[in-house]
Structure formats: structure tokens, C-alpha cells
């Protein structure tokens, strides 16, 4: 896994939440500022800025008079200006996304020793295959966002508290600590990572072997308080000091005061939060709330457009870009543990797969209208493995040789479809969704044209020789940095688009370039970004689209 996430590194250029997310982090280790990019917990991005310290890159100055360093405006400017105007974008993000590459292994050390724990070394090892073999994980895997961290973190805190309750295990009031303190690291690497509340108190509640509500109710407190905590004392590592609401006597005042949020009531969520947080930590998380129900454009799902989005989005995003033979395997596997949850011992894997699986999807489904990605619920993955992985070592277990024999098949039709699709990852979707190539008539976004593939587009010019190019491009990271050189007005010859503007998902003008969407593109450039080759500008191209 380590490998063929190294190994695909340099093909990608930065994907649009990268540069402010490792300029965010930077300033968090250099300047113990968590004021840039503060809709996102600083833990994981500080993690991935780490490397940086050994590198000493040049930091942007603040522009006297110019936009506050809480404001979107400055987060952009200065995420550009770190990464491509003072320093070696691409040397900095290789070091960057490194520490990701550790949290996506750690994860899979934990998936393993967990699995090997509840259902066995075969249950471990296959659930293991699945992971390292799984296409979005390797794709996330290695970029410098959150979703890892919270993918890594929710696992843990559900392995630390199924754990805690485990028969012949000693201390396990240390494991409810250990899920609390994980919980809290969680909620100070993502926000969404608070959503796992319910889904643990669920599976307090389902779990057989806890043995009174009075016990269960305190063992969620104890988690709940450690996590609180954990957030508390790493803001407060940070800034060396803490404001903590609603114990703070002054709601917009303190040592943290920043600019007034955007679309929110002054310290309403301060003011009402029952649970003392450092105000930083509320703050970003207000912003991150009205950024979820204020998204910037309509979710796109199969051809549709939608501002509130759709129950069935993550099911079917899963359903489209997870493997054949992973679905095959996790979906029964997930079906058994359902049918068999009557039985104690079928009860376990309910309670902290199952469980917490359906209730992540549909809490972010119902939380949230930023319907973008299925990096939402990266999370629910690992679960998923963990599910194929028990149900092919039954499968094993049986004895039968045409049931291995199937067994084998689909583990090695999962790994070649990673394989096949190196290092194009994030694009990916299965064959029963066309693939990758059609993968923009059903999602786009994250889920396929982040704004990764700038580093290919660049060696299809040269490889046609090209001085410049029409360049209708979806992404953050700097075209100019890498030599790519747009033609201004639109002149006849090649035109480069990405998927996310070609079905019009963010542009003021949705069917500006509708026209594209009825030719056939010469190639694809990563499966993100479609070439079309013509003799003479278009008429719709003539008109320069409308900015509202």
C-alpha cells in the first residue's frame, strides 16, 4: 500500500483543499496561529506540516491593509503564494503527504490487529487485503486533507472501546480513556468526527457484555469528558494558553477573539454549547456548519443538480466507487452480521461495525448539504473491510475448495482493480458504473477531478508540442508553476477541460460549456480532465461566461 501510494505522489498536483490545508498547518507549528482555514481542526494538518520544519520554506507576509487572516480571501492568496511563488510546490507537498502515508498505515495496523482480535488471524489478514487494495483509500490516503485522520481516529476509538469490554481484558477503564482520548484526537483532526457520538452510544447499548445502563451511561461519559479534554489541551498546546466556553465570561472577547463568522449570530453557538470547548475549536466548527449548509454549488448525482442533496448520495457513491469484488464481499458480509445479531456472538460485530457504519452514512447524510465527495464518509470503509474480511475467512473456514477458490478470485480481482488504475485512484469507479472514463456523467468533485491531473496535462503538450492551451480548469493548484500556458481569447486547437466544469457544477453560467458534453473527446488526462481538438473557436466560447 505504502507503495503504490509513494509510487503516485508525483503525478498529482495539488488538489484544492492541499495548499490551504499545509499552509494552515505550517502556520499552526511556525506561528501557533489557528486562525487560516479554521472550518478544519488544525491536528491532522499540523501533522502533515511536520516535515516542513526540517525544510525552513519561506512564510508569506500579511499584506498591510489586506483581509484578515480568518477570512477565505487571505487563505487563498497566501496558500498560493507559500506554495508557488516562494517555494517548490511540488518538493512540499511530497514531504507533506508523507505523514499521511504513516496515518493511512497506522490505520491498517489497527484494522488488522482489531480483526485479528474479534474474528481471527484469517478475518485480520483478509480484512487487511481489502484495505490495502482499496482504491479511495489509497487514493486519500496520500493527500494532505483531514479525511484520513478522521478515518484512522474513528476506527480506533471504536476498536478501543469493543476492547474495553472484551472478555479477559485487564484495565479496561485505560481502553475508555484510550477511546476518549482517540475520540477527542478525531474531533481535533475533523469536526465530522463528533458525529461518532451516537453510533458509540449505540453500541454501549447493543453490546451484550456491558453489564447495567448505569455502568454503560458512565463509560460513555468517561469518553465523552476524555475527548473534550484531549481537544482542549491540544488547542491549548498550541496557543499556550485556553479560553473555554461556556465557562468564558465574556463571549466575544478573550485572548482568541478573531473576525465575526460570516452568516452567524454572534457567539450563539458559544453561547449554547453545554460543553466547555476552547472558542477557537467552536468557532471553526460554526463556520464549518453554515460552509456545509451554504455550499458554494449544487451537489451533482447521475446527471441531477441539488442544493439540499440527496438520501441516497453516499449510498450510491460507495455502490460506484468501491470495487466489484469489495461489494460482493462487504455488503453480505454486513447482511450476515445483520441476520445473526441475535446471537451474542454475531451481537459484537453489529454493535461496532454495522452499527456504526449505517449510522456515520446516515448522520452525514442528514447533517450535511455539501454533498461533494465520498470522502465524507472515508471513514465507513474500514468497516466495510472489516466486514468482507470476516466473511471470506467463513468463507475459508467452510473448507470447500470451489469456495476458496472464489475467495481468492475476488481478493485478487480487488487488488488488480487498484493495480490497473495506478495512480489514478481517485478517479476510479467500477465497471457497473461504467468506469472511470464515464465516471463524470454520475459524480464529480473529489470524487474524480480535484484538480489533481495538472502534471499530465503538462506532458500531453509536450508530447504535442504545444506553447499554450485552451485551459478550462477546476482546482486550486497553479497551472503557471507548471508551465502550462492558457490562450487568452480562445483560439482554434486543443482544449483541455475538467470534468467538474464540463457538467457546469460551480460555474455562474451551468450549460456554459454544455456543448463539450455532446462531442467526443480525443483523450482523457488522468479520467479528470477530457481533450477535444477543434478547428475553430466555437460560437458559445465567443462570450465570456457571466460572473454573478
Known amino acids: 500500500m505504502a507503495l503504490q501510494m509513494i509510487a503516485a505522489m508525483p503525478s498529482a498536483s495539488a488538489v484544492v483543499d492541499e495548499p490551504a490545508h499545509l499552509t494552515a498547518g505550517y502556520l499552526a507549528l511556525t506561528q501557533r496561529d489557528l486562525t487560516v482555514n479554521r472550518e478544519h481542526p488544525p491536528l491532522v494538518k499540523a501533522l502533515a506540516a511536520l516535515p516542513l520544519l526540517f525544510m525552513h520554506p519561506a512564510v508569506p507576509q500579511e499584506p498591510v491593509g489586506g483581509p484578515p487572516r480568518s477570512s477565505e480571501d487571505y487563505e487563498f492568496a497566501a496558500s498560493r503564494e507559500f506554495l508557488y511563488r516562494l517555494n517548490d510546490a511540488d518538493r512540499l507537498l511530497y514531504a507533506a503527504r508523507l505523514p499521511i502515508v504513516a496515518l493511512t498505515l497506522g490505520c491498517g495496523a489497527i484494522l488488522f490487529l482489531w480483526g485479528r482480535a474479534m474474528f481471527g488471524g484469517t478475518a485480520g489478514l483478509a480484512a487487511l487485503a481489502l484495505y490495502s487494495f482499496e482504491p479511495n483509500l489509497l487514493a486519500h490516503g496520500r493527500l494532505v486533507t483531514t479525511d484520513m485522520g478522521a478515518a484512522l481516529f ?18 479496561g477503564g485505560g481502553w475508555i480513556v484510550a477511546c476518549g482520548a482517540c475520540l477527542g484526537l478525531g474531533m481535533a483532526s475533523r469536526y465530522s468526527v463528533a458525529l461518532l457520538i451516537p453510533p458509540l452510544a449505540m453500541a454501549l447499548a447493543l453490546d451484550p457484555r456491558s453489564p447495567s445502563w448505569r455502568v454503560r451511561g458512565s ?104 470495487t466489484l469484488p469489495f461489494l460482493t464481499l462487504a455488503a453480505p458480509g454486513l447482511a450476515l452480521i445483520a441476520f445473526g445479531a441475535r446471537r451474542i456472538a454475531r451481537a459484537i460485530p453489529f454493535a461496532y461495525v454495522l452499527a456504526p457504519a449505517a449510522g456515520l452514512v446516515a448522520l452525514t447524510t442528514a447533517l450535511t448539504s455539501a454533498q461533494i465527495g465520498l470522502r465524507y464518509v472515508l471513514p465507513v470503509l474500514p468497516l466495510l473491510c472489516l466486514a468482507g474480511g470476516w466473511l471470506l475467512a467463513e468463507i475459508w473456514r467452510l473448507g470447500r475448495f470451489a469456495g476458496r477458490a472464489v475467495g481468492i478470485a475476488l481478493l485478487l480481482w480487488h487488488a488488480w482493480s487498484a493495480l490497473a488504475i495506478h495512480p489514478y485512484h481517485l478517479a476510479y469507479f467500477n465497471e457497473a458504473a461504467g468506469g472511470p472514463d464515464r465516471g463524470y456523467l454520475h459524480l464529480v468533485d ?42 487568452v481569447p480562445p483560439e482554434p486547437g486543443y482544449y483541455a477541460v475538467s470534468a467538474t466544469h464540463l457538467m457546469g457544477v460551480y460555474l455562474p453560467q451551468r450549460d456554459y460549456l454544455a456543448p463539450f458534453r455532446s462531442m467526443r473527446p480525443e483523450t482523457t488526462i488522468g479520467h479528470s480532465i477530457l481533450i477535444y481538438h477543434l478547428e475553430e473557436v466555437p460560437a458559445f466560447l465567443r462570450v465570456p461566461i457571466r460572473r454573478h
Not at 474513528?154 to 484495565?171: K, N, S
Request: proline residues 7%; contains cysteine; charged residues 20%.
Open 154 to 171: 474513528t476506527l480506533a476509538t471504536l476498536a478501543c472501546l469493543e476492547r474495553a469490554l472484551a472478555p479477559g481484558t485487564r484495565r
Open 446 to 487: 473529489s470524487n474524480l477531478d480535484w484538480g489533481q491531473d495538472l502534471p499530465g496535462l503538462r506532458e500531453f503538450m509536450k508530447e504535442r508540442g504545444l506553447s499554450r492551451i485552451n485551459l478550462y480548469y477546476f482546482g486550486t493548484a497553479d497551472p503557471d508553476y507548471y508551465g502550462i500556458e492558457r490562450a
Open 219 to 322: 463509560r460513555l461519559i468517561v469518553i465523552i469528558s476524555t475527548a473534550v479534554l484531549t481537544v482542549s489541551l491540544c488547542y491549548a498546546g498550541w496557543t499556550g494558553s485556553l479560553t473555554l466556553f461556556p465557562l468564558a465570561a465574556d463571549p466575544v472577547g478573550g485572548p482568541f477573539q478573531t473576525e465575526p463568522l460570516r452568516s452567524m449570530e454572534t457567539g450563539a453557538l458559544l453561547r449554547w454549547t453545554p460543553i466547555p470547548l476552547p472558542r477557537l475549536y467552536l468557532e471553526g466548527l460554526d463556520l464549518a456548519r453554515h460552509k456545509n449548509a451554504e455550499v458554494e454549488g449544487p451537489g451533482y448525482l447521475n446527471g441531477q443538480y441539488s442544493r439540499r442533496g440527496w438520501w441516497s448520495y453516499f449510498i450510491l457513491a460507495l455502490g460506484m466507487k468501491t
